[in-house]
């Protein structure tokens, strides 16, 4: 069993930048995979970014050389960097974990509830 708390979010500008966390509980962490998804008002929630076990990243194009993705095994997070936010950006934001490394919200099987992030023009 996991479970993760989003943290972090919060009202920005354009241009600023944002960190949110997610905090997991379970033995299990260092071995699972990691994703940040968003979903923002009349849309499917889309991948944003994947961290595996072995910390290797990728990400979806839009977020590409704007945000980061990161863990701490030892404290059990997981942190998305934020930079040079837009107002396309605006979203709820989910951590979840997975056994495999994926894109895909059903292979994802533990969710966060979801931190706010809205961004103004």
């Known amino acids: 069993q996991v479970q993760l708390v989003e943290s972090g979010g919060g009202f920005m500008q354009a241009g600023g930048s944002l960190r949110l966390s997610c905090a997991a509980s379970?033995?299990?962490?260092?071995?699972?995979?990691m994703g940040w998804f968003r979903q923002a008002p009349g849309l499917e929630r889309e991948f944003v970014a994947g961290i595996t076990w072995t910390r290797s990243t990728y990400y979806e194009d839009s977020a590409k050389g704007r945000f980061t993705i990161s863990r701490d095994n030892a404290k059990n997070t997981v942190t998305l960097q934020m930079n040079s936010v837009k107002p396309e950006d605006t979203a709820v934001y989910y951590c979840a974990s997975s056994r495999v490394v994926s894109r895909k919200n059903s292979e994802y099987d533990y969710w966060g509830q979801g931190t706010q992030v809205t961004v103004s023009s």
């Open positions: 379970g033995r299990t962490f260092s071995t699972r995979n």
